[in-house]
Structures are given as structure tokens and as C-alpha cells.
């Protein structure tokens, strides 16, 4: 096992990352920018070393500084969580040519699944379905919308090297495309420094299911299930759980084993997670991309798996085998996990930075979670993504999930900032929602309504 471990990113990813590391008895080392100072992952790190300013461009985004904290530390393995450089083989490569272990799959298969053209192509070719789209980069707005005519409306527009709700448009006519085109290109460009887009059929309403698997060098390749990732909102994730009420025994053998049969064919290593479009109406399910790195929503899976996900990737790393085989896994009960988020709602989810004057955290019971990097007193920084904590409930069926993360969500207080807490209690506790009946639009379409006209 490794004897110590960097951990390349902050909040709450990192200091879950580090005690996942110490529970397995490795020492681990934490990077931080200025304005991460005084952040926990700072506190419960063996060692830390700062590696910048507060812009994420000059910190977790700056391989170099990360790379000479490594070799400066003697950390013989790299964590990237989620987010920042998680996703970037440029990064996973620098680490390889340095002798450095990138706890995620090589660069080379990220390359080949981080692009959706690439992903698109290798599905074809390991017999996993795929929407209809272009089969190649598409850079101008002509282009587009020749190819979107074909393919036949609406259609999804999405960054070639996106991620994240990054750069991404839906056009429901020829009349929308060009702007929603110059606009998703644009941000690419600013979010990824490459413009090029991916056009595809959306298969709407759908719901978003998303696969779940662990692979280590030996070849052997599982699933963990799935998670229903439907409410979301701008392509981002806001509540998830495991299983999804929306497909049956059989339909969820298929989607799992269709999973596990794409990362076999890429020769995938660690953990990574394949999302698919599930058309409710033919029980059709697509492939729609491929996350190369540890989910945010990772806990409610290992919550119904019983399989710590964190664990398992720094042990994938060091060369070792599953610690369990798919026979050995099995499904309990239920999952969900709301994200908390510090941003006003009512404001069009605002980011609302500030110092926590208060703070208190649900607790009690068996199979409650909460997955923070926040404490009294500290001061969430607005250069960063506005998550700032995670509430994980399992219980042994899906109602009882339900009400114990109704009980979290009352019981959760944070002082001295506007959270979105209030929010997810009455998400959780919509009619729609507590009966299963939601997809990707539900959200945007039938609760904000609503919810913003109270």
C-alpha cells in the first residue's frame, strides 16, 4: 500500500478523500490556494502545502504547483476528486512521465472516453446503444445546424470536452440553433479552452441513469448499480438516489451489464460512472457520456453496496484487486443524497459566500450521512463551486429514506450565509417526488414554478 497519498483538490471531496486515506493507514497531503487557508482539509491533512492564489487557475488548476508539492512531500500517488483536474489527461500523463500514481484510469482512456466523439465511437463499437448525433466535432454554427436538420429536432448541443453542465444548449427548432450554438461554443472554449461541440438527439423527457463501476488492472470489472440523477437543474445534479424507481429487475440487469461491458471494452481501471438516457415510454436506454473520476454522488451507492468507493480506488491504484466480486455485492434498501449548496434560490440560485456564524449538523439514527468540509466560524470562499455539503440517507425501503432525509433537512441549520437547504426539504417532500413521478423536466418545469411563486 501506498505510504502517502496527495490529494488534489478542497472541500468536502478532499477531507473525505483523507479519511478514506487514513482509515487504510495511509498518510496523506493537502494542497490548498490563499483563500483555503483555514479549510478543514487544510486542518486534518498529515501535511499541507499551498500552491497559489485564490483563482483556481493559479492553484488546483495549476499542475505544475500540485506536481512540485507532490515530489516536495514524497507523495507517491495522486487523489483528484471531482472537478478541477479529475478529468484532464494532460494532468493523469504529467503524473505517469514522474512516476506519480494518478488515482483514476490512464490518460490515454481519458482521452478516449472524456471526448464525447471518441466515447460515441468506442460504444458503437462494444454494441452499448447510442443516440443518433454527429459522428464527428462540429466548430461552426452552418455546420450545426445542416446536421441538426438531419438528425431531426429537438437536439442537445454539448461541449466536445465538457463536463459539469458546461456548455451545453437544447434547440427545439432551426430558428434557436445558431445563438444557442455561438453561445455553448463560447463557453466551452472559456470552461475547457476547446470550442468544439457534439450534437445529438434528445430523447426527451428521459430519465438519467447513471452506472456505478469499479475496475482494477487484473481485469476485473463490476457495477454498483444504479442512481436515478433526474432532478436536475441547467444540466446540473441537485438530488440522487439508488435504486431508481423507474425501471424493473430486468431493465436494470441490462443497463448494468451494458455498463460493465463498455468500461471491459476501453480496458478501464478505477472508478467511473456511465450515464445513460432512459426513454420511460419504450424502456429504451442510451449511452450518453462516461465520468472518469469519483462521483459527488458516490455515497449513495456505497451506502446500498456497502462498498466504500474511495477506499477501492486507492487500493485499484496500488495495483491490488477488488476487495469483492459481483456475486458478492448486494443491493439494500434505499439511498438518497441532497446537495447543499450556498445560493439563494429565490435569486435565481445566487451564490451566497460568507462566514458560517452558526452551524449544526443532522445527526442520530442508523444510515444518516453528511458529507462537509464546513465548521463554525469559517468563511466560505466565493472563488469556488457553491456546494458545501452533502446529506446521505439510507433506509430499508424507499418511504423511510424519504422521511429521514425529511427529518435531516429540519434539522439542518447554517447561520450567517443563504443555503438552498429549505429548498431540497420542499423537493423532498413534493407529492410528485415521495410517488417517483419525476423526469429531467420536472424540475425546471412543474417545481420552480411553483416553488418561486410562494
Not at 36 to 48: G, I, K, N, Q
Not at 99 to 126: H, L, T, Y
Amino acid at each position: 500500500m501506498f505510504n502517502k497519498i496527495l490529494i488534489a483538490n478542497r472541500g468536502e471531496i478532499a477531507v473525505r478523500i483523507i479519511r478514506a486515506a487514513r482509515e487504510l493507514g495511509v498518510a496523506t497531503v493537502a494542497v490548498y490556494s490563499e483563500a483555503d487557508r483555514d479549510a478543514l482539509h487544510v486542518a486534518l491533512a498529515d501535511e499541507a502545502i499551498c500552491i497559489g492564489p485564490a483563482r483556481a487557475t493559479e492553484s488546483y488548476l495549476n499542475m505544475n504547483n500540485i506536481l512540485e508539492a507532490a515530489v516536495a512531500t514524497g507523495a507517491q500517488a495522486i487523489h483528484p476528486g471531482f472537478g478541477f483536474l479529475s478529468e484532464n489527461s494532460k494532468f493523469a500523463r504529467l503524473c505517469e512521465e514522474m512516476n506519480i500514481k494518478f488515482i483514476g484510469p490512464s490518460a490515454q482512456v481519458m482521452d478516449m472516453m472524456g471526448d464525447k466523439i471518441n466515447a460515441r465511437a468506442e460504444m458503437v463499437k462494444a454494441g452499448v446503444p447510442v443516440t443518433p448525433g454527429s459522428e464527428g466535432e462540429v466548430y461552426t454554427s452552418e455546420e450545426a445546424l445542416t446536421l441538426a436538420n438531419k438528425i431531426g429536432y429537438p437536439v442537445m448541443l454539448k461541449a466536445s470536452a465538457g463536463g459539469g453542465g458546461k456548455g451545453i444548449r437544447k434547440v427545439s427548432n432551426a430558428e434557436e440553433l445558431v445563438p444557442a450554438f455561438e453561445a455553448a461554443t463560447a463557453e466551452a472554449k472559456a470552461a475547457f479552452g476547446n470550442g468544439a461541440m457534439f450534437i445529438e438527439r434528445m430523447i426527451f423527457p428521459a430519465r438519467h441513469i447513471e452506472v456505478q463501476i469499479l475496475a482494477d488492472q487484473h481485469g476485473n470489472v463490476i457495477h454498483l448499480g444504479e442512481r436515478d440523477c433526474s432532478l436536475q437543474r441547467n444540466n446540473q445534479k441537485v438530488l440522487e438516489e439508488s435504486p431508481s424507481v423507474a425501471i424493473g429487475h430486468t431493465l436494470r440487469e441490462c443497463i448494468c451489464q451494458a455498463a460493465v461491458k463498455a468500461a471491459a471494452h476501453v480496458n478501464y481501471e478505477n472508478a467511473g460512472t456511465i450515464e445513460f438516457l432512459l426513454d420511460e415510454a419504450s424502456g429504451d436506454f442510451f449511452f450518453m457520456e462516461m465520468n472518469t473520476r469519483v462521483q459527488v454522488e458516490h455515497p449513495v451507492t456505497e451506502f446500498v453496496s456497502g462498498v466504500d468507493i474511495v477506499k477501492e480506488q486507492i487500493r485499484i491504484a496500488d495495483g491490488q484487486e477488488l476487495s469483492v466480486k459481483q456475486e458478492d455485492i448486494e443491493f439494500k434498501g434505499h439511498a438518497i443524497e441532497c446537495r447543499i449548496n450556498a445560493e439563494n434560490p429565490k435569486f435565481n440560485f445566487a451564490p451566497s459566500p460568507g462566514k458560517i456564524t452558526n452551524l449544526f449538523l443532522p445527526s442520530g439514527g442508523v444510515g444518516l450521512r453528511v458529507d462537509s468540509a464546513m465548521y463554525t466560524g469559517y468563511t466560505i470562499p466565493p472563488y469556488y463551486d457553491s456546494m458545501i455539503a452533502k446529506v446521505i440517507v439510507h433506509g430499508e425501503n424507499r418511504f423511510e429514506a424519504l422521511m429521514k432525509m425529511q427529518r435531516a433537512l429540519m434539522e439542518f441549520d447554517v447561520e450567517g450565509l443563504t443555503t438552498n437547504i429549505d429548498f431540497q426539504l420542499e423537493l423532498i417532500s413534493d407529492d410528485n417526488v415521495i410517488a417517483g413521478d419525476y423526469d429531467t423536466s420536472f424540475l425546471a418545469n412543474t417545481f420552480l414554478p411553483e416553488y418561486l411563486e410562494k
